[in-house]
């Protein structure tokens, strides 16, 4: 066994092709490392940026202004350091003059900024960027769609405490517009903020001939953006797609997760809706593909856009630990599913059944924080939240299960748009429930393989298996404890013997 914050990880494993927040262009230091040292009260604006967006051109032109906190050092997202042009720094006085600045791989020394506040303006050519990049998390062209997240145009103090906020405002010209997932700033009217930390990790964003719908969800509002593309289905039926998900999602968590939040949907070929991912840090965007030719029926049957809403819930933690957020959004997305009434009870169980084994591990494994193949992040998470739900609904009589305890993590201040170690999570979904489930789970399964015996589970639980369908026993052990799982603790009709 290993203790909760003692579980040791393998940097030097493989990393798994998941959809996860992307790694930093501005290299932030990991959780845990100190933070940078220059003075300055934590939140405090450091820069504030004015960005126009030129369609013709595909640039976007910056002007911006900073405090001395900034320091005189700037960096940008990886790769996208070639596309800044025309960089010049001035002294924040009247009529001092401009300084061109040059470039030194990803660092732009700008002396003019190192003895107090200064003025910087450049051009980046966004779009010659995301035809160069092709990265969605980088930069992307989508079409007439340009998409590329905050970091990828601002120019960042690099020495800076990660503390403190940057605030940014776009202007476009009629026809076009910019949508993004970071949160509307508190202070500024239509402008965004987000800490220097928050912006390595910023949700997706995007300039173009965008329709912009809003749908209110409980707790906060969704944007829903669309690009161009002739699509089968009507704005109408979209926002009822999404507003229908975050139904779902609520239900299970027992409101909408974030204040709010952006869907941006990417018309491309094809009959199918999916491809999903999920990009946060200071607010959250998902970005989802939908087929030009997709019926409503495929939207009606689509559970990709649960699974990236359900990621929206759950604190962003280290790399190695990528299967407790991918293994949540495959456990709690067919049940939230279920109780919006998007889905059948016996398909929602059929496709765990399906799945779980494949979450099992294999020779050699060395625990779901060291073993990182796709079974083990998606189904081995999904494998790890099932015991839980099962265990915390035995040990509190039916009272509490596991959206109890994700529940507790939302009220404690934790959703995607934040980084938390996986420590704090469980021990808040842990004080919520009153029972000591999650930490004591971490402690088998973190650093070795504990196989669970699902065949026993499932009787338990009566989930009776047979080829090609699933049955239910109302009269096993533990029947109330599945009812529970599936609609929800106040829907059980019996509690665990």
């Excluded at 040059?102 to 910087?120: E, I």
């Excluded at 200071?282 to 409503?296: D, M, N, Q």
């Excluded at 298996?465 to 599945?482: C, E, I, W, Y």
Aim: charged content about 25%; some cysteine; hydrophobic content about 40%.
């Amino acid at each position: 066994m290993c203790a909760l914050v003692a579980c040791t990880r393998d940097t030097g494993s493989a990393r798994p092709a998941v959809a996860t927040p992307r790694p930093s262009g501005g290299e932030p230091a990991p959780v845990g490392s100190p933070r940078a040292v220059l003075a300055g009260p934590p939140g405090a604006i450091v820069g504030e940026y004015s960005a126009t967006w030129e369609p013709a051109s595909g640039l976007v032109k910056v002007e911006a202004r900073f405090t001395a906190r900034a320091g005189s050092t700037f960096t940008i997202e990886r790769g996208a350091e070639a596309f800044a042009k025309d960089i010049e720094v001035s002294s924040d006085r009247d009529g001092a003059p401009w300084a061109r600045v040059v470039r030194n791989g990803r660092t732009f020394d700008a002396a003019a900024c190192g003895s107090g506040p200064c003025r910087m303006r450049y051009r980046l050519a966004l779009r010659d960027a995301a035809r160069k990049i092709d990265d969605v998390d980088v930069a992307s062209e989508e079409g007439d769609v340009v998409e590329a997240p905050p970091s990828t145009w601002l120019l960042v103090p690099s020495r800076a405490s990660r503390e403190l906020r940057l605030r940014f405002r776009v202007a476009c010209p009629e026809g076009s517009r910019f949508v993004t997932g970071v949160f509307d700033s508190d202070e500024a009217k239509d402008a965004w903020d987000i800490s220097i930390d928050d912006l390595w990790t910023s949700p997706y964003t995007a300039f173009g001939p965008l329709r912009v719908l809003r749908v209110p969800v409980s707790g906060g509002r969704i944007d829903v953006a669309i690009g161009p593309g002739k699509l089968e289905v009507t704005d109408d039926d979209l926002t009822r797609w999404v507003a229908a998900s975050a139904r779902a999602v609520s239900s299970y968590y027992g409101r909408f997760p974030m204040r709010s939040a952006l869907v941006l949907l990417l018309a491309s070929s094809g009959r199918w809706v999916g491809s999903g991912r999920t990009l946060a840090g200071g607010g959250g965007t998902v970005l989802v593909r939908i087929g030009e030719h997709a019926s409503l029926e495929a939207y009606r049957a689509d559970w990709v856009l649960v699974h990236e809403m359900i990621h929206l819930t759950f604190p962003s933690v280290t790399r190695d630990q990528d299967w407790a957020e991918e293994g949540i959004a495959t456990y709690a997305e067919p049940f939230a599913r279920v109780r919006a009434g998007l889905l059948d009870e016996a398909a929602a169980w059929r496709g765990l059944v399906d799945g779980l084994p494949n979450g099992q591990p294999e020779g050699g494994d060395r625990g779901l924080d060291q073993t990182h193949t796709w079974g083990r992040i998606y189904w081995g998470g999904a494998l790890f939240w099932f015991v839980a739900d099962v265990e915390i609904r035995k040990r509190t009589q039916n009272r509490f299960g596991l959206e109890h305890a994700l529940r507790g993590v939302i009220d404690a201040g934790g959703n995607n748009a934040s980084r938390w170690p996986l420590a704090d999570v469980l021990a808040a979904g842990d004080r919520a429930t009153g029972v000591g489930v999650l930490a004591e789970l971490y402690a088998k399964m973190c650093a070795s393989p504990h196989p669970i015996d699902l065949d026993a589970l499932y009787r338990s639980l009566g989930v009776q298996v047979s080829p090609g369908h699933v049955t239910f026993d109302d009269k096993a052990p533990l029947a109330g404890v599945r009812r529970a799982i599936t609609r929800g603790t106040d829907l059980a009709i019996s509690t665990p013997r």
